[in-house]
């Protein structure tokens, strides 16, 4: 028995590691079809932005969402099991129903503020495009209540492969949609995003089985009381915020680059595309070995040990030289990743010069996640939010430099190290500070 046990939890820790790294490969797939069907495009950098904040809340929003309610389900197991998963699903569809209405009918003035150099007529197809990929949001966070419930019961299927099912599910639809109807406009990527959220949803439904559907179903019929969803929806509303805040800067990239000529903004986004799938692989990677020994270490003793400093600068190290690396190869790289279909030598050119700035800045980036996962470890999440609001308002200042001088989309570019550095040496201050309030 205790082989066969060994056995399983070997296969569980080489299995999560597994999907998520199969996950980020659908992911970065979803970006070589784009660029393969529609290079840098008005019609692709248009769905960029439609496609930004369903996006980056959906995926953001899911770890943290799913933390809260599995503590909400296994807080009810014994006393009230029923009551617990009702809360749960309902505060998941009162947030979800909100945000996606707030999404859809908001799109106009989301058109106009986060790409206000397209056209008034960029801006109409925008806000209909939007409108289809709020959809995305709606459908994935409708599935965090039952990947939570599975997750209480050991099953590690099928959420750690969500990310897996959302891209692989937009390429196939994006595959169909192009090839059976020939649709080669934004009808197609906008569609086949909200196709990709509806596929999460659809597996997450099947492998439930019928006893849990009966189960989530039944909780349905009666809501609870609001005041008892309030500090659910509390916790995942601080969530949300922090992670706007976290994500602002390649929004904010988005909007200046909006205004600086067709193929700006879809450069920018392949080559955020190849530098946040190195640095994915490298946090992940590291997270799965340092995380857990990180975590043990500040419950035992309150910090981290002298050992785990030097692992974290290590790692940093090793991430600046890869990013060095990955800048001098840039162009080869990026004609080797893109260069096909509709994506020809200029895009890789223009794709190219931005990436060979955001390698850069590879280094500070992987510290700063570190550094995030750090803060969370200690529980601090208000921190977080005050360290997401300092990034984005050194981001914005940046930018406004940058538009101040009249820089091109390269300076755009070098945004991403300066926020990184200063978000790096501002998380590494609060760390220390920390670290020094424990000690004396």
């Not at 200029?346 to 550094?371: E, Q």
Request: overall charge positive; proline content about 3%.
């Amino acid at each position: 028995m205790s082989c066969a046990f060994k056995r399983v939890e070997m296969i569980r820790k080489l299995l999560i590691p597994s999907l998520v790294a199969t996950g980020l490969l659908a992911g970065f797939a979803r970006e070589v079809v784009l660029a393969y069907i529609f290079g840098t495009t008005r019609e692709v950098e248009i769905f960029r932005v439609a496609f930004g904040l369903p996006s980056v809340f959906s995926e953001a929003l899911a770890v943290s969402f799913v933390a809260i309610l599995i503590r909400l389900i296994l807080g009810g197991e014994k006393a009230r099991p029923a009551q617990a998963l009702r809360r749960a699903v309902w505060a998941t569809l009162v947030f979800a129903g909100v945000v996606f209405l707030l999404g859809v009918l908001t799109m106009p003035w989301q058109a106009s503020l986060l790409a206000p150099g397209m056209s008034p007529a960029d801006q109409a197809r925008l806000v209909v495009a939007g409108q289809v990929c709020w959809m995305t949001f709606f459908f994935v966070v409708l599935s965090l209540p039952m990947r939570a419930l599975m997750s209480t019961r050991g099953r590690i299927w099928p959420g750690a492969a969500s990310q897996l099912m959302r891209s692989g599910g937009f390429v196939l639809s994006l595959f169909g949609l192009v090839l059976v109807f020939g649709w080669r406009d934004l009808v197609a990527p906008s569609l086949a995003a909200a196709l990709g959220g509806a596929t999460v949803l659809a597996i997450h439904t099947i492998a439930l089985g019928r006893r849990d559907r009966r189960r989530v179903a039944l909780s349905l019929i009666a809501p609870p009381r609001v005041g008892a969803l309030a500090p659910i929806l509390g916790a995942i509303g601080l969530v949300l915020v922090s992670q706007l805040f976290l994500s602002a800067g390649r929004i904010l990239d988005r909007a200046v680059s909006s205004g600086m000529g067709e193929g700006m903004l879809a450069g920018l986004e392949y080559s955020y595309a190849l530098v946040m799938a190195v640095a994915a692989v490298l946090a992940t990677t590291t997270n799965l070995t340092l995380a857990p020994r990180m975590g043990r270490a500040i419950r035992d003793t309150g910090g981290l040990t002298h050992g785990h400093m030097i692992q974290i600068g290590v790692i940093t190290v090793a991430a600046t030289a890869i990013g060095a690396g990955l800048s001098l190869w840039a162009e080869p790289i990026t004609r080797m990743v893109f260069q096909r279909g509709t994506f020809d030598s200029s895009d890789t050119l223009l794709t190219a010069g931005i990436f060979r700035l955001h390698a850069i800045g590879l280094g500070p980036l992987v510290l700063a996640l570190l550094l995030t996962q750090v803060l969370l470890l200690h529980g601090r999440q208000r921190m977080l939010v005050i360290a997401a609001v300092f990034k984005a308002t050194f981001k914005l200042v940046s930018l406004w430099w940058v538009l101040q001088v009249n820089g091109d989309i390269f300076f755009v570019a070098m945004t991403l190290i300066w926020t990184e550095i200063a978000m790096s040496v501002f998380l590494a201050v609060v760390v220390s500070y920390s670290a020094l309030q424990r000690k004396f």
